[in-house]
Structure formats: structure tokens, C-alpha cells
């Protein structure tokens, strides 16, 4: 690829992106869209329509400015901790980035570009391989520059990242210890209970607890089977048994054919109601012997104090660890309801098939990313597909192609891989919704990384040479080989502009590190990437900022727990760059370069062990400090038994969430996962409990 193709390609992009942002700035003025653009504002009753008038009609960057003003204090009280956090990752890169292209600048292209003796053609016709790492002859002096380039970048990405990790820790200690009395920091999730068959598990669980934490169990509540299949069947048992137990009256006759013919979505419920109040009884009364069928062997447990709680979830419980599993509950709007009733015995099955599925994913993708690595080398796809040598030949056209076409098609199948990845991550067992978006997250990013950089990689060389992994011992060379080789065509529209008003961190999360990723690894071997990453992150920033100020709407907050998956990645994209200038070094045959490659792999390793040892428990686990403070604190100010007579209506199953939807608002005014309609509901579509 010429130079003069990736800048058709980048204009082509950063076309398109001006379009979409002057239409957003449009659309967002329209009162029929206040819906989509202002959902926050909806929820908060701060927003307003606009009267008709020729300014609804004119693009302006007053958005742009408000979300430049923002500040993180501001962003944090409307968003969320987990907001702040994807902010400063953005941020992060932008830091490192705008590092890199300073010393890539002054060190790096000239070395590249100058690297071969000969006479250099116009600068825009020049093929990309001449400002990249592969135009440097072998054994030169100069790939010092490429060394110490890579050491200034990976100090001041360690740098950056020590720094991020230290104040997101402290933001998020004082998320804990600021925030107000939390349900879950009293409560734990017990699962794997054993099956008695002369007893309930609620008596259970009772006599366990009250034998073996007697001095600071408080109560519990039994988890149920739940789902509309469940309560459909539920409501038909009920009525059936109301029916059979009685001498059916004639005025109950005219509200059978509501059952079947199109009847509101509880009738099963009012027709056993108006049944058991003929009789004058409850209709749940016969239901009470059937109790123990619908039990789960699943339990929230609640405990006097934070310390109580947080004990008995990391401790284990009996000599059988597959019985009396205990775990941190989630918070209540957080709760993932049909996870608790799967069998733990099942989990590690499921974790495996899904292990199973999503390499099998990954393996079937390589289909179309083949074939669109394809379309970047026209040599290749005009022996392939002949009848398309005369199009292809012309200039503009073949530009198109290489530099735009395959960008193009790649995103249209990506856009299968998240909603993919979060069933997987549902089916995993996760019991609550944001461990189920982080561990999708994870998952997002290793399909993105091994998809779009690794076999991107070495499809393009598959095509000319399919030996590439004859030998592994030979992986850095290779790498060495084929990164130079290869080009990555950014986008920088952003695809929430036009989405549904809820934010999808393990959609999000992952893009960002990818771009991330690319940039590390392309930093010293073919740097002119960096300027479109700094463009692409520069937009992101703006355009996630205004839409975090203005559309979602926050539920339940991890505490910033993507933070760690953001410097796990760059951790990993600073050793694999390592490894690969490594290899590059050994193929020019400069022993100094790779010498001191080998000191900086291993400091960036200790680095990275430093950190996981100092900050990551934090993450983890809620220290003994903080929850006895909080205790105390909560002790003296009298509010505990205030919060006691919470805990039971904070984790009420049927009336704070149903298993199987994923589309919520917060009573709060914090979250809305999924919908573009503003109400009191829960994730159910049921009433909130007031607390």
C-alpha cells in the first residue's frame, strides 16, 4: 500500500466522522429524539425542549464544549465510578500516545525513512514499507533510535499506569467508604446447600448458621426458581388446585376463556385471587405446601455487621468444598436472578463448554477475516478473482479497496461478537450483571486481539505462505517478519452515536484497548499509526464524555473494577511489542539493540508484579479496616437497625428484578441498561420496593 492510499482511506474516515457529528449535533436538537440523546436528564427531570426555530437545524459544538468542561467531579456524581474509570483509560492512552508520537517523530521515522541508500521518490508515493522498521538495512548503527524509543515508551507507559492504578485505588476506597450503607456489604450468597429430605432448605439454612455463625447471623432468604416459564406454570398449578379444591361457582365461568384467549399478562394470578377470595381464603395458602419444590439450593444470608459478612464469604465453610459455597452478594439492582438457581456443581461444566464454544467462535471467524486480508493485497485478489483485474487496476478504485473496503467489512462482523460473548458470559453462571459485562469483556478483547491483530497478521501471510507456524521457536522472527508488513485502517466514528442509551463497557472497553494494543505494537516498527490513534482517542473521549453527561443512566457500579483489565492489556501489548522488536533486532542483526531489549522485558515484568501485588487485592476483596470503620461508624450514628429492616426489601426476588431481562432504570436516577423510556421500573419491568 502507498502512503497516498492510507490518506484516502484516513480522509475517507475522518470525512465520514465530521458528517456523523454535525448530524448528531442536529439530531440531538430535535424534541422527538429527547428520548434517545437526554435519557440521564429524563430520569434526573432536568431536560427541556427546544422550540422550533432555523438553530435546531444548524450543527454547533456547544456539546463538544460542555463535555470538554466537564469535570471528573461532575462526571462522577452523574455516571459513576465505572464512567470515571473508562474516562481515564481513554485518557491514558491519549497521555502515551502523544508520548510516543513525539520521540517516533524525532528518533524513529527518519531513521526509517532514511534507512536505505537510494533515491527517494515523492513523499506521496512512496509505499508505506519505507517509513517503517523493515526499511532499515541490516546492522545498521541507527537502530539505537528504535532501542530507546522503546525504552521511553515503556517507562512512560509503566509510569502512566503505576500512577492511573494509584489514584483509581484511592477513588475507589472512597467510593466504599462515601458512599451510603450498601445491602450487599451485609450479605453473602450461599449456594450448594445439601438436600435433606425431612426438611426445607430455608430450616437449612437456618440451623447452619445460627450453629456456626450464632453470634453474628442475623437472618436469611431463601432464593426461588423463578423465569416466565416458572410463573406461568406457577399461576397454572394455582388456579388447577383452587379449581379442584372447590365447588366451582358459576360466576368464576365467565373468566376461564381469559386464560387462553389473549387475557392481560397476569389473568393465571387475578383468576386464582378472585377464586380464593370466594372461599375466603388465600389463594397462596396451597401453594405453601408445595414451598419446598420452587426452593433453589441458593440462599442470601444477612449478618449484623460488614466484617461478619465479608468473613464468612472468604472462609470455607465446611470440609466439602463443593457444599455451603459462600460468596460476596452483588449489590440488589446488580443481581443476575437466573445464575442463582444453577446447580454449583454445573459451573465448572459450563465454564468449560463455554471455553469449548468460544474458541470454536474464534476458529470460524478466521473465515472472514482471511478474506478480508485478502482484499488489502490486490496482487493476490487479482490472481484470485481475474475478472476483476481491469476495475481494480484503476487508481482510485484500488485505493478504495485496500485502504477502506476491508475496514468496512470487518466491523460488520465484529458486530456479532458482543451480544455473542455476553450470552457466553451468561450461560457461564455469572450471578451478577457486572461481573457477567466483565468477564464479556474479557472475552470481547481476547477475540478482538487474536482476530484482528494476530490472524490479521498472519492471514496476510498465509496467502503467500502457509507454513507460518511450522515452527514456533521461530515466533518472534516471524512476527518480526509480518507486523511491518501489515497496515491497520482506523475508524473514527464512534458507533454509540447512533445506538440505544446504555452504555456497553464490554463493548467500549475492549475497542479502546485494541486501538491501544495496535498502537504499542506498531509504535516503533511502523509509527505512522499514531497520529490516527490520537485522532481516534481525542473524538472518543469527547463523544463518550457528552454521552456519559447526557444518555446512560447507572444502575449498579463495579467501582471501578475495568481498570485492572485495562492495565493487564498494556502490561501485555508492552511485552509482546518487546518480544517483537526482540525478534526485529535479531533479523537486522544488531546485538546491542537486542541486548538491551532483554533487561527492559524483564523489569516490565517486575513492574507488572509489583502492581498486582500492591493494588489488585483492593479490587478483589473489601478490607478488615474500612468495613469495621464503617461499622463503627454506623454503630454510633444509630442506623443499624435502620439498615436490618432493609436488607429483607433490597433483596426481594419478585418485585427487584426477573432473571431474563436486561433493560433496567434505578429508582435512583442512575443507570439504564438498554431502554430508551425513562420509568420506575426495575430490570423486570416491575415496581421498584422505596426504600
Known amino acids: 500500500m502507498k502512503i497516498v492510499a492510507l490518506f484516502t482511506s484516513a480522509g475517507i474516515n475522518i470525512g465520514i466522522c ?9 439530531l440531538r436538537k430535535q424534541p422527538g429524539n429527547v428520548n434517545v440523546y437526554f435519557g440521564r436528564r429524563l430520569a434526573s427531570k432536568r431536560s427541556r425542549r427546544t422550540d422550533l426555530c432555523l438553530e435546531r437545524f444548524v450543527p454547533s459544538p ?29 485518557v491514558f492512552s491519549l497521555r502515551v500516545f502523544s508520548i510516543a508520537a513525539i520521540i517516533c517523530t524525532v528518533l524513529v521515522l527518519p531513521v526509517n525513512y532514511y534507512g536505505q541508500e537510494g533515491k527517494h521518490k515523492d513523499i506521496s508515493f512512496e509505499p508505506l514499507e519505507v517509513f517503517s522498521i523493515e526499511n532499515v538495512k541490516e546492522g545498521s548503527k541507527w537502530l539505537w533510535a528504535h532501542c530507546l524509543a522503546l525504552y521511553i515508551i515503556t517507562i512512560a507507559a509503566c509510569a502512566l499506569s503505576y500512577f492511573e492504578f494509584k489514584a483509581i485505588t484511592n477513588l475507589r476506597l472512597v467510593h466504599i467508604i462515601g458512599s451510603p450503607p450498601n445491602p450487599s456489604h451485609f450479605a453473602i450468597v450461599v449456594r450448594g446447600i445439601p438436600w435433606y429430605p425431612e426438611v426445607s432448605y430455608y430450616e437449612t439454612v437456618r440451623k447452619f448458621f ?64 378472585e377464586i380464593g377470595s370466594i372461599h375466603g381464603r388465600t389463594a397462596y395458602d396451597d401453594v405453601n405446601i408445595d414451598e419446598r419444590k420452587k426452593e433453589c439450593a441458593a440462599a442470601f444470608v444477612f449478618f449484623k455487621t460488614r466484617y461478619a459478612a465479608l468473613v464468612a464469604s472468604q472462609i470455607l465453610q465446611t470440609s466439602n468444598p463443593m457444599l455451603w459455597v459462600t460468596d460476596r452478594a452483588p449489590e440488589p439492582h446488580d443481581i443476575y436472578w437466573s445464575n442463582l438457581c444453577i446447580p454449583y456443581r454445573q459451573l465448572w461444566i459450563r465454564k468449560i463448554a463455554i471455553l469449548v464454544a468460544s474458541v470454536v467462535f474464534m476458529l470460524m471467524f478466521l473465515i472472514p477475516v482471511t478474506f478480508v486480508q485478502g482484499l488489502t493485497q490486490l496482487d493476490h ?179 471501578g473494577e475495568f481498570w485492572p483489565i485495562a492495565h493487564n492489556t498494556t502490561v501485555f501489548a508492552l511485552i509482546f511489542t518487546q518480544i517483537v522488536a526482540l525478534g526485529v533486532f535479531g533479523m537486522k ?14 523489569l516490565t515484568i517486575l513492574f507488572h508484579e509489583y502492581c498486582r501485588q500492591r493494588f489488585l487485592p483492593i479490587f478483589k476483596d473489601n478490607s478488615t479496616q474500612v468495613l469495621i470503620d464503617m461499622d463503627r461508624r454506623d454503630e454510633h450514628a444509630g442506623k443499624m437497625e435502620e439498615i436490618y429492616d432493609q436488607l429483607h426489601a433490597a433483596y426481594c426476588q419478585f418485585t427487584s428484578a426477573t432473571p431474563d431481562s436486561d433493560f433496567s432504570t434505578n429508582t435512583r436516577g442512575q443507570d439504564l441498561e438498554g431502554s430508551n423510556q425513562v420509568s420506575e421500573t426495575s430490570e423486570t419491568g416491575n415496581p421498584q420496593p422505596k426504600r
Open 381 to 559: 485478489l487479482q490472481e484470485s478473482l481475474p475478472f476483476l483485474k481491469g476495475i481494480l487496476e484503476k487508481k482510485y478504485v484500488g485505493q478504495i479497496v485496500t485502504g477502506y473496503l476491508p475496514s468496512v467489512i470487518l466491523i460488520l462482523f465484529l458486530y456479532v461478537v458482543p451480544p455473542t460473548m455476553m450470552l457466553f458470559s451468561a450461560i457461564e453462571g455469572s450471578i451478577s450483571r457486572s461481573r457477567r459485562k466483565k468477564s464479556a469483556c474479557y472475552k470481547v478483547l481476547f477475540f478482538l486481539i487474536w482476530n484482528v491483530f494476530f490472524v490479521n497478521v498472519f492471514t496476510g501471510s498465509v496467502i503467500s505462505q502457509l507454513s507460518v507456524f511450522n515452527r514456533i521457536t521461530n515466533l518472534p522472527e516471524q512476527l518480526a517478519k509480518e507486523v511491518p508488513a501489515q497496515r491497520y485502517i482506523l475508524r473514527c466514528k464512534d458507533d454509540s452515536l447512533m445506538g440505544p442509551p446504555s452504555f456497553p463497557y464490554h463493548t467500549e472497553t475492549p475497542r479502546i484497548l485494541l486501538f491501544a494494543f495496535l498502537g504499542f505494537t506498531c509504535s516503533i516498527l511502523a509509527p505512522l499509526i499514531i497520529p490516527f490513534l490520537l485522532i481516534y482517542f481525542f473524538l472518543g473521549y469527547l463523544v463518550y464524555k457528552n454521552q456519559l453527561i447526557n444518555v446512560y443512566v447507572t444502575k449498579y457500579d463495579s467501582g
Open 62 to 90: 456547544s456539546w463538544i464544549l460542555k463535555a470538554w468542561h466537564t469535570t471528573e467531579d461532575e462526571l462522577l456524581a452523574v455516571g459513576g465510578l465505572d464512567a470515571v474509570v473508562f474516562i481515564r483509560i481513554v
Open 18 to 26: 465530521a458528517v456523523l457529528l454535525s448530524l448528531y449535533s442536529i
Open 589 to 602: 542483526r544488531s546485538t546491542v539493540a537486542s541486548g538491551f531489549t532483554v533487561p527492559l522485558l524483564i
Open 210 to 273: 445460627s450453629n456456626y455463625h450464632e453470634s453474628t447471623y442475623l437472618s436469611h432468604q431463601m432464593i426461588y426458581k423463578s423465569g416466565t416459564v416458572q410463573k406461568l406454570k406457577d399461576d397454572a398449578e394455582l388456579m388447577y388446585k383452587s379449581i379442584k379444591g372447590s365447588s366451582f361457582d358459576q360466576r368464576c365461568k365467565p373468566h376461564l376463556p381469559q386464560c387462553f384467549c389473549g387475557g392481560p399478562r397476569n389473568s393465571f394470578k387475578m383468576i386464582s385471587n
